[in-house]
């Protein structure tokens, strides 16, 4: 079974960083495209960005644009959201998605608190 595990969320202010990891296991993650999602209360789940399975082609969201950074370490079985200049409006849960075909899977989630 197919397991990702999502870890770096946090509090932190408005223009501040924070670097999300997704940590995969049991599957074969060289295969899988890799994707962000962000859900914040009240609203639905957004993709952020992507990233293929080489990690050649990453496409963001344009709110976002310019501020995050997705990358992927295929040895180390884990995917990267770089988050800079962080604002108010990136308060959400984060999740990471892997999807190969018709095999999709995803993370537990973790929460994203931009506030001063």
């Known amino acids: 079974q197919v397991m990702l595990v999502e870890s770096g969320g946090g509090l932190v202010q408005p223009g501040g960083s924070l670097r999300l990891s997704c940590a995969a296991s049991?599957?074969?993650?060289?295969?899988?495209?890799m994707s962000w999602y962000r859900q914040a209360p009240g609203q639905e789940r957004e993709l952020v960005a992507l990233?293929?399975?080489?990690?050649?082609?990453?496409n963001y969201i344009d709110s976002v644009k310019g501020r995050f950074t997705a990358s992927r370490d295929n040895a180390k079985n884990t995917a990267y959201l770089q988050m800079n200049s962080l604002e108010p409006d990136d308060t959400a849960v984060y999740y990471c998605?892997?999807?190969?075909?018709?095999?999709?899977?995803w993370g537990q989630g973790t929460q994203v608190t931009v506030s001063s």
């Open positions: 990233i293929t399975s080489t990690g050649i082609t990453t």
């Open positions: 049991r599957f074969t993650f060289s295969n899988y495209a």
């Open positions: 998605k892997a999807q190969w075909g018709n095999n999709v899977d």
